[in-house]
């Protein structure tokens, strides 16, 4: 069944990396069935003013602002909580997209039908794959819009690319990989469980895998093609995602835990996969063990 999801942008401090994601979004409006643009910070800062600029040319943009910098978690709380209110439906989808990044929008024609709609299929999240490019911390990539992007995964380079949750969260706690929620789409339902549901998610690592192991959700799946191009930095926390993931573990834990006891036939998956990495971190605490390094998958290349 054909639907389009709503797009949801997450600005934070975002100057000419914002106005870049925005120009993308500008341009693949027609696949969404809205488009919200969410800024945490001042009314009257320089990120609302940009986004005012586009939803100029583009009435129907919807416009939030939490009128203070929030940490990421209540920030996701704030929107999930104005698409409730304006009347969004758990079955309805939201493709998640950081104001750093930006659509890539053959790859969208790619996947979607001449109408416009997207081949989402109940009770499964679509994570990746992502274009990637490299760009400095001190400026917008500036490099030949015609290159080749290198496409990441984080399923298995030779397939498959619809996973049960289990197996592919099982597969990240064992050897983790690059994915990023950026060019996401999940059900509204799995946005409505993090914000409600305990315990309370704290900060953001982790969240790709908390995010599809929620009410519904059994499989994963990989568009054909990247929708989204990433963009990594030396500041970013890109750089370092295994590491800080960690800091999430005990969270994640707890939220597999409850998943396993919904869905007994995998629970021993999922929970041979905690021990596994519950002795790892108890092993890297005492010096001990060999670290375990993300794993950076390229499945091919892209043209723009």
């Known amino acids: 069944m054909g639907r389009k999801p709503i797009l949801v942008c997450m600005v934070w401090r975002g100057g000419d990396r914002f106005a870049?994601?925005?120009?993308?979004?500008?341009?693949a409006a027609s696949y969404f069935s809205r488009i919200v643009i969410s800024v945490t910070g001042d009314e009257n800062g320089p990120d609302m003013a940009l986004a005012r600029q586009s939803q100029s040319a583009h009435p129907a943009f919807e416009l939030l602002c939490t009128g203070t910098e929030l940490p990421t978690m209540q920030h996701q709380a704030f929107w999930v909580d104005y698409l409730v209110e304006s009347g969004a439906r758990p079955d309805e989808w939201v493709c998640w997209l950081s104001y750093d990044d930006e659509l890539f929008i053959s790859g969208i024609e790619a996947v979607t039908t001449e109408a416009g709609d997207w081949p989402l299929r109940k009770g499964t999240a679509y994570f990746g794959p992502w274009a990637m490019r490299g760009e400095d911390p001190d400026s917008l990539w500036a490099g030949d819009p015609t290159e080749p992007l290198d496409v990441w995964t984080s399923f298995p380079v030779a397939g498959p690319t619809r996973m049960p949750v289990s197996q592919w969260v099982s597969d990240q706690l064992r050897q983790p990989t690059y994915m990023q929620m950026s060019g996401s789409v999940n059900p509204f339902q799995s946005f409505l469980d993090l914000r409600w549901k305990r315990p309370r998610k704290q900060g953001p690592m982790r969240i790709e895998m908390a995010t599809a192991s929620v009410t519904g959700v059994t499989m994963v799946e990989e568009f054909a093609e990247p929708i989204s191009i990433i963009y990594t930095r030396s500041d970013s926390d890109r750089a370092s995602y295994g590491r800080s993931a960690r800091r999430e573990d005990r969270h994640l834990a707890i939220w597999l835990l409850r998943y396993a006891y919904r869905h007994p036939g995998v629970a021993r998956t999922l929970l041979r996969s905690l021990l596994g990495t519950?002795?790892?971190?108890?092993?890297?605490?005492?010096g001990r063990g060999e670290p375990v390094t993300e794993d950076w998958r390229v499945r091919s290349t892209v043209n723009p």
């Open 20 to 27: 870049r994601c925005l120009r993308s979004i500008e341009q």
């Open 278 to 286: 519950f002795v790892r971190g108890v092993q890297h605490a005492r």
